[in-house]
């Protein structure tokens, strides 16, 4: 069985957030326990599940997504990844439906070689900044808002760019402080470098301490920075070590998330399900 691992939300090895990526043959998935075994294996971020569906229905392909610890319910990489395996492959072409947990997902390949995820816009609900945030973090919180149901991230408004890139958070304290994950961000310093605004993204509650590059983040920053940056089309920059941009395109209910992805490892995996 091949197994890939894709760097995705960079055109270059080595930096954005790499995924694992397996397209099954069947007509569907194996047993839980193995998904998880071979996500704690590859010990990346997230790990994606495909395989084919019938034609003529909703969506051509299913999709899942597993850290080392858990099933998720949103991915933007593993699944920007899985689309450029597909498209890399010759295996699709055009605009791919994804069924997954969270409803159907598109990826559509453009022109420019990038591919545009559309995904479900996470409402925000302004809320009261938890207790222990600001020192979890180790920074001053300037606004919290809840990500709703779909990703269920706290996100965190920091005071700047510079607080965001400094951030060295305790782990164990952040555990408690929401369902899934702190989004920490800021407007960018200098817009004309290239990017509106920068996140880091902290997920210890499902394995993750810090995501590379977190799509599905993405589409609760969109609604956040459009309203106050008054676009719809803005770039993200996800500043970990590893670094990634995200444009993101609001469409009301729906966020649009474009990115280039690299194949960096192309591989056999030797112990079937």
């Known amino acids: 069985m091949r197994i890939r691992i894709v760097d995705a939300f960079t055109d270059r090895p080595f930096a954005g957030n790499p995924a694992g990526v397996l397209l099954l043959d069947s007509d569907g998935f194996p047993d839980d326990s193995w998904l998880q075994h071979v996500a704690t294996e590859v010990n990346l971020s997230e790990t994606a599940f495909a395989h084919p569906l019938p034609a003529g229905g909703e969506a051509d392909w299913a999709l899942r997504w597993f850290t080392p610890a858990t099933e998720v319910d949103m991915c933007g990489h593993a699944t920007l990844a899985t689309a450029h395996v597909l498209h890399t492959t010759g295996t699709a072409s055009g605009t791919v ?4 947990r969270c409803g159907i997902l598109t990826a559509a390949a453009d022109e420019d070689g990038t591919l545009t995820l559309d995904f479900p816009t996470s409402p925000l609900t302004p809320v009261e900044i938890p207790d222990g945030l600001a020192e979890a ?23 700047d760019e510079s607080a965001v890139r400094g951030l060295d958070p305790d782990f164990a304290a952040l555990v408690e402080l929401s369902e899934r994950g702190i989004i ?52 993200g920059l996800q500043a970990s070590a590893r670094s990634g941009l995200v444009r993101t395109t609001l469409r009301g209910e729906r966020t649009l998330l474009t990115g280039r992805a690299v194949t960096v490892i192309d591989g056999e995996l030797l112990t079937a399900p």
């Not at 439906?97 to 997954?100: L, N, Q, S, W």
């Not at 001053?140 to 965190?156: F, K, N, Q, R």
């Not at 920490?184 to 902290?202: E, I, K, L, N, W």
């Open 97 to 100: 439906r994804f069924a997954a």
């Open 137 to 159: 973090l180790g920074a001053e919180v300037v606004t919290a808002h809840d990500t709703g149901p779909h990703i269920g991230d706290l996100l965190a408004e920091l005071p």
């Open 184 to 235: 920490a961000t800021a407007a960018a310093d200098d817009p004309s470098a290239g990017y509106d605004f920068v996140s880091r993204g902290f997920f210890p509650r499902v394995g993750i301490d810090e995501d590379p590059v977190t799509g599905s983040a993405h589409t609760a920053l969109a609604p956040f920075w459009s309203a106050r940056l008054g676009h719809d089309e803005l770039t």
